[in-house]
């Protein structure tokens, strides 16, 4: 079984800073993708970044020079620092792992940029 817990939510202005951190316990290999998805009302949950075979890393074309993720193999955590942040990035973000064909799911953290 996978348990992904998340934190580092919360209210921020316009230009401001985050850093979202995951930490996973189960079965946890380096093998398999972690990353950050993110989730508005009446949309669907979408890629923001990810950890990828090999350390390699994808990002959201709406968020590459401004987020950063990063992920730490032998504490089974992933984490995103979120620079420069502007109101469309307002979202409930999920913390992800995937294991083969299953993916199991934080339970999300609001952030939210407003002024």
């Known amino acids: 079984q996978v348990q992904l817990v998340e934190s580092g939510g919360g209210l921020v202005q316009p230009g401001g800073s985050l850093r979202l951190s995951c930490a996973a316990s189960?079965?946890?290999?380096?093998?398999?993708?972690m990353g950050w998805y993110r989730q508005t009302p009446g949309k669907q949950r979408e890629l923001v970044a990810a950890v990828i075979r090999g350390g390699n890393t994808n990002y959201a074309d709406s968020v590459k020079g401004r987020f950063t993720i990063s992920r730490d193999n032998a504490k089974n955590t992933v984490s995103l620092q979120m620079n420069n942040l502007k109101p469309e990035d307002t979202a409930v973000y999920y913390c992800n792992y995937r294991l083969g064909s299953k993916d199991y799911w934080g339970q999300g953290t609001q952030v939210t940029v407003s002024s």
């Open positions: 189960g079965s946890i290999f380096s093998i398999y993708p």
